[in-house]
């Protein structure tokens, strides 16, 4: 029996905010701030968010679809290292994602964040490989979107 084939996938999303280069790090590098925007959603509950901002360090969600949801009552893991902070410009980081019980991606993320006249522009570089059973490169990129709009919100915040 054939599996299918693995896609391997680059998307870039880019997008202003009317805020500074520290602001938009510091939503990265801040462990509350990031749960809010990054971990937290509509679709699923967060039962565990732990970060270590620093070169080596690790991130790790895990949380529950709910009901309504793509995938009721699935547990999705995301265990990420950061590989490169530059502050106030750059983070690199990889993360493997499980679904269940199987691993469907593996990922690189570059975030890189400048100056943009009287906002802070941010590129994010998504390279990833798909595996079987996996979300796919066109919802993740989706996703990806939705998680920048979020972002957005939390610098209104402040």
Do not use: C
């Amino acid at each position: 029996m054939l599996e299918a084939p693995i896609i391997h996938n680059t998307f870039v999303v880019e997008r202003d905010y009317p805020t500074t280069p520290e602001r938009v790090f510091a939503a990265f590098a801040d462990p509350v701030k990031k749960r809010r925007w990054f971990a937290e959603g509509e679709n699923h509950t967060v039962d565990e968010f732990e970060m270590d901002f620093r070169v080596g360090g690790i991130e790790r969600a895990v949380s529950h679809f709910k009901e309504g949801s793509p995938f009721p009552g699935t547990a999705l893991i995301t265990e990420g290292i950061y590989h490169d902070i530059v502050p106030n410009r750059r983070i690199v980081t990889s993360a493997t994602m499980i679904l269940g019980d199987r691993r469907i991606s593996v990922s690189l993320a570059t975030i890189e964040i400048s100056p943009n006249q009287n906002s802070a522009k941010l590129v994010l570089t998504h390279q990833g490989v798909f595996f079987e059973g996996s979300d796919g490169p066109e919802r993740r990129e989706g996703g990806w979107r939705k998680i920048a709009e979020r972002l957005a919100k939390e610098l209104a915040r402040e």
